[in-house]
């Protein structure tokens, strides 16, 4: 049996398939006790993702941000979470923190689309900011 620290390759594994169980039922309350769970047996960038993306289904904003400033100290230069607290901040109706997250995420853009998506993002804060 394989582990990671104290924890089990086969719980973590059993852990995260509960957790896309719940996600794919759209039970966020039960995910996200899921997903905290695994931050705390092995803290990933995918798990703070997750549960940022589930703060933001249930509407829960500053929360979300909470969870991607997790992931940016892990890893800085995640293009997509950048545009996710650009979204937020949206959101929560804070414009110009919204457009300074969107222009990081045109700048660590992966790909093309990606850099398109938050070019839109960025125009409708400047739109906004304008009005």
Same mark, same amino acid.
């Given at each position: 049996?394989?582990?990671?620290?104290?924890?089990?390759?086969?719980?973590?594994?059993?852990?995260?398939?509960?957790?896309?169980?719940?996600?794919?039922?759209?039970e966020y309350?039960?995910?996200?006790?899921?997903?905290?769970?695994?931050?705390?047996?092995?803290?990933?960038?995918?798990?703070?993702?997750?549960?940022g993306y589930? *703060?933001?289904?249930? @509407?829960?904003?500053? =929360?979300?941000?909470? /969870?991607?400033?997790?992931?940016? %100290? !892990?890893? +800085?230069?995640?293009?997509?979470?950048?545009?996710?607290?650009?979204?937020? *901040?949206?959101?929560? @109706?804070?414009?110009? =923190?919204?457009?300074? /997250?969107?222009?990081?995420?045109? %700048? !660590?853009? +992966?790909?093309?689309?990606?850099?398109?998506?938050?070019?839109?993002?960025?125009?409708?804060?400047?739109?906004?900011?304008?009005?």
């Open positions: 049996m394989q582990s990671h620290g104290n924890v089990s390759r086969e719980l973590l594994e059993e852990q995260s398939r509960l957790l896309k169980t719940y996600m794919d039922k759209g309350v039960n995910a996200l006790e899921v997903a905290e769970q695994l931050i705390e047996m092995e803290e990933k960038e995918s798990y703070w993702i997750t549960v589930l *703060f933001t289904q249930m @509407g829960e904003y500053e =929360r979300s941000l909470v /969870a991607y400033q997790n992931v940016l %100290r !892990l890893n +800085p230069g995640n293009g997509k979470v950048w545009f996710n607290i650009g979204y937020s *901040f949206l959101v929560l @109706g804070d414009v110009r =923190r919204a457009m300074k /997250a969107f222009n990081k995420a045109i %700048r !660590l853009a +992966p790909d093309e689309n990606f850099r398109k998506k938050a070019e839109k993002g960025k125009d409708l804060c400047l739109k906004m900011l304008k009005s």
